[in-house]
């Protein structure tokens, strides 16, 4: 691999931490608009029985070649760094112009949904139903009220199993999930903190349930490749409601703009909003002319 395509994929790893550490947003869709959706989850799902035998006889070359090493390494980088780099920017910008923000994501995943719907099949009775029962699943999040505050290693490295399935599953919010987990806030401090033991305990539930769950997702691709497909699009429909700009700080139901004005005394500020989805739309574009053809 050259050090241009290792920068290439360590780019996309950032693209793809920055993605997931937002509530509603998924890594799962960038990953899949860059083009290294699959390659992603076999390079996961291959960290299996034989990997392991490979490292036991001190067989590193192996071993590193059998989980696609030095791809999942770039990939590891740069989302540790989007991650890190979340909690100074992102984040800032969630707490500062929360509604500008949503409205660029909204962008982002109306954009995904735009360039993968050529491959949903919505033919027949099952594709439709698959679509909506997709979207259903994530709209649907929006009622479950949040958890208590995860405080025990144990709850963290469940959280970080749960989570790491949102985070593979594109429409799927990791971050989501971990805010009904109560575990969103502390895994935050933690990586800001360097606090090395939730950190540990949150990466090892994470690659528990990456060892079970890509198995499955590479399994569904391969044998169901267009309802599998299908269904993730309605996933990416379901999140337009858990990214919605205008609500309620208590309430999970969406309110139109004019509404959430009356109700809050708040500018709604549709300008910008509709501005910062066009132009996280025209982004979800240019990622996929840039990355997706190389990948290809």
Same mark, same amino acid.
């Given at each position: 691999?050259?050090?241009?395509?290792?920068?290439?994929?360590?780019?996309?790893?950032?693209?793809?931490?920055?993605?997931?550490?937002?509530?509603?947003?998924?890594?799962?869709?960038?990953?899949?608009?860059?083009?290294?959706?699959?390659?992603?989850?076999?390079?996961?799902?291959?960290?299996?029985?034989?990997?392991?035998?490979?490292?036991?006889?001190?067989?590193?070359?192996?071993?590193?070649?059998?989980?696609?090493?030095?791809?999942?390494?770039?990939?590891?980088?740069?989302?540790?760094?989007?991650?890190?780099?979340?909690?100074?920017?992102?984040?800032?910008?969630?707490?500062?112009?929360?509604?500008?923000?949503?409205?660029?994501?909204?962008?982002?995943?109306?954009?995904?949904?735009?360039?993968?719907?050529?491959?949903?099949?919505?033919?027949?009775?099952?594709?439709?139903?698959?679509?909506?029962?997709?979207?259903?699943?994530?709209?649907? $999040? +929006?009622?479950?009220?949040?958890? &208590? =505050?995860? /405080?025990?290693? #144990?709850? @963290? *490295? !469940?959280?970080?199993?749960?989570? %790491?399935?949102?985070?593979?599953?594109?429409?799927?919010?990791?971050?989501?999930?971990?805010?009904?987990?109560?575990?969103?806030?502390?895994?935050?401090?933690?990586?800001?903190?360097?606090?090395?033991?939730?950190?540990?305990?949150?990466?090892?539930?994470?690659?528990?349930?990456?060892?079970?769950?890509?198995?499955?997702?590479?399994? $569904? +691709?391969?044998?169901?490749?267009? &309802? =599998?497909? /299908?269904?993730? #699009?309605? @996933? *990416? !429909?379901?999140?337009?409601?858990? %990214?919605?700009?205008?609500?309620?700080?208590?309430?999970?139901?969406?309110?139109?703009?004019?509404?959430?004005?009356?109700?809050?005394?708040?500018?709604?500020?549709?300008?910008?909003?509709?501005?910062?989805?066009?132009?996280?739309?025209?982004?979800?574009?240019?990622?996929?002319?840039?990355?997706?053809?190389?990948?290809?």
């Amino acid at each position: 691999m050259s050090n241009k395509a290792r920068l290439l994929l360590v780019l996309k790893g950032v693209l793809i931490g920055l993605s997931d550490s937002v509530p509603g947003v998924s890594g799962g869709t960038i990953a899949l608009l860059t083009g290294v959706y699959a390659r992603l989850l076999a390079a996961i799902s291959s960290a299996d029985i034989k990997a392991l035998r490979l490292l036991t006889r001190g067989d590193l070359a192996g071993f590193w070649l059998r989980i696609d090493g030095s791809f999942l390494a770039c990939i590891a980088l740069g989302m540790l760094a989007g991650l890190l780099l979340s909690a100074n920017t992102v984040l800032y910008a969630l707490e500062v112009y929360p509604i500008p923000l949503a409205g660029f994501f909204m962008g982002l995943v109306l954009g995904a949904i735009f360039l993968l719907h050529g491959q949903f099949r919505l033919r027949g009775l099952l594709g439709p139903a698959l679509f909506a029962a997709g979207a259903a699943l994530v709209a649907g $999040l +929006l009622w479950l009220e949040p958890g &208590q =505050t995860a /405080t025990s290693n #144990g709850e @963290l *490295l !469940l959280a970080g199993a749960i989570a %790491i399935c949102g985070m593979l599953l594109p429409g799927l919010s990791g971050a989501f999930l971990l805010i009904l987990l109560g575990a969103y806030e502390r895994m935050l401090e933690a990586l800001v903190g360097f606090e090395w033991v939730p950190i540990f305990f949150f990466v090892m539930g994470c690659a528990l349930g990456l060892a079970l769950f890509s198995r499955f997702l590479t399994w $569904l +691709l391969r044998r169901f490749a267009e &309802q =599998t497909i /299908t269904f993730i #699009g309605g @996933l *990416l !429909l379901g999140s337009l409601m858990v %990214i919605w700009p205008w609500r309620l700080d208590d309430q999970a139901q969406p309110l139109l703009p004019w509404d959430y004005a009356v109700l809050t005394g708040a500018e709604p500020q549709q300008g910008w909003a509709s501005l910062a989805l066009v132009a996280g739309f025209l982004l979800v574009v240019a990622i996929e002319r840039l990355f997706r053809p190389r990948e290809e």
